[in-house]
């Protein structure tokens, strides 16, 4: 039997260029050989494939948080929540990455909404995820049968393979962010989904205001003993924003009292840990808040990887790369890999400039490929 054989993706030209060899019959020859077998030179792709620093496809971008609401609240108007859609969760797109749903190309971010008395339904996938809540209350995350409630300022850490739902116990509808690692998940197709129960008990349906992770693993520099020794994410499902913002404070305090502090003058900045280790919550994201006083401005810093920041409140100016914005309450951006970042304070802002960060830098620290730099790049 005959197998026609598929026709070749790989497209090679014979160019004068530096570092190319001379364009000639032959050399098309050998390129027409090099398609037919699916070969690609080394030398024809190097610059791409190996740059002197890195050139992230993902662009800067900024999404306006008026906006997402807007178009989130529309959606939860028409766009049912259950089964097929699974979750009303509205992905960024970064307009370097050709329309995927990708805020970056390890990381994905979606602004979720929830109307009054709905229910997410559970399921679970090994792509590891979180919620950030910037405004509203009353909806209640159900991670393996705990309620979790979910708060403005609160941040939510969920590792990959756990059962969760949500619950809208509240009169009106709510909307958070959520993270994930799914380009990463996609691009090294390690995917694994589940789906779950349509509805939760009645149990689950409760509203405590705090979790069992939390009365188990929410105090601090304490850990139960009962419990087994150092998960690779965090056991803690709740971090608050109470404690988040007492220890940003708490920064900026002991800088005026002449004490070192801060990561640069007026510049706070937190990182959420596992309490059973001290690492990254999660073994793919990296979490942080900063907190940024009136009138001041961050050091320039850039790192490999990605991040994807949401203000949390207060405004200002970003600059990323050749970008400038200035930003308000909930407005999301994207950091590529390498491309520097600064944030500045407004004077005149009503409160400190607080941003909520999340990155990849676990990933390329696991992979040694992770390095930075802080001041102007030279």
Not at 323 to 332: A, E, H, L, N, Y
Request: net charge negative; aromatic share 10%; charged share 20%.
């Amino acid at each position: 039997m005959t197998v026609e054989a598929m026709p070749s993706p790989v497209r090679l030209k014979a160019v004068a260029a530096k570092g190319q060899p001379d364009p000639s019959p032959a050399l098309e020859q050998l390129y027409r050989g090099f398609e037919s077998e699916l070969l690609v030179p080394l030398w024809t792709e190097i610059g791409d494939l190996m740059p002197q620093s890195p050139r992230s496809k993902a662009m800067p971008h900024l999404w306006r948080w008026d906006r997402l609401v807007e178009l989130a609240s529309e959606a939860g108007r028409i766009v049912p929540v259950g089964r097929g859609g699974e979750r009303r969760a509205i992905a960024l797109a970064n307009p370097g990455l050709g329309g995927r749903p990708f805020a970056t190309p390890t990381l994905w971010a979606a602004i979720q909404y929830l109307m009054p008395g709905e229910n997410a339904p559970e399921h679970r996938h090994t792509q590891h995820a979180f919620r950030f809540v910037v405004e509203g209350e009353g909806v209640w995350t159900v991670v393996n049968g705990d309620p979790v409630r979910m708060s403005r300022g609160d941040f939510l850490p969920q590792a990959g393979w756990n059962w969760h739902a949500h619950h809208n116990a509240a009169s009106a509808p709510m909307a958070w962010i959520d993270g994930l690692d799914i380009p990463f998940s996609y691009y090294t197709e390690s995917q694994f989904f589940e789906f779950g129960r349509e509805r939760v008990g009645t149990v689950e349906m409760t509203t405590p205001e705090f979790s069992r992770s939390e009365r188990l693993w929410g105090h601090p520099g304490l850990r139960p003993l009962s419990q087994p020794d150092a998960p690779s994410a965090t056991p803690l499902l709740a971090y608050r924003w109470v404690d988040t913002d007492r220890a940003l404070a708490d920064q900026l305090a002991l800088e005026e009292e002449g004490h070192a502090a801060t990561l640069s003058p007026g510049h706070a900045a937190v990182r959420f840990t596992n309490p059973s280790n001290g690492r990254d919550v999660l073994p793919t994201m990296r979490t942080e808040m900063h907190r940024v006083r009136k009138g001041a401005s961050t050091l320039t810093h850039r790192e490999v990887g990605s991040s994807v920041y949401q203000v949390f409140e207060g405004t200002g100016s970003v600059t990323v790369g050749d970008k400038q914005w200035s930003v308000r309450r909930g407005d999301m951006f994207v950091v590529p890999s390498w491309a520097p970042f600064t944030a500045r304070c407004d004077a005149a802002s009503e409160s400190t400039l607080d941003l909520f960060r999340f990155s990849d830098s676990p990933i390329f620290e696991a992979l040694h490929g992770h390095r930075s730099q802080v001041g102007d790049p030279a």
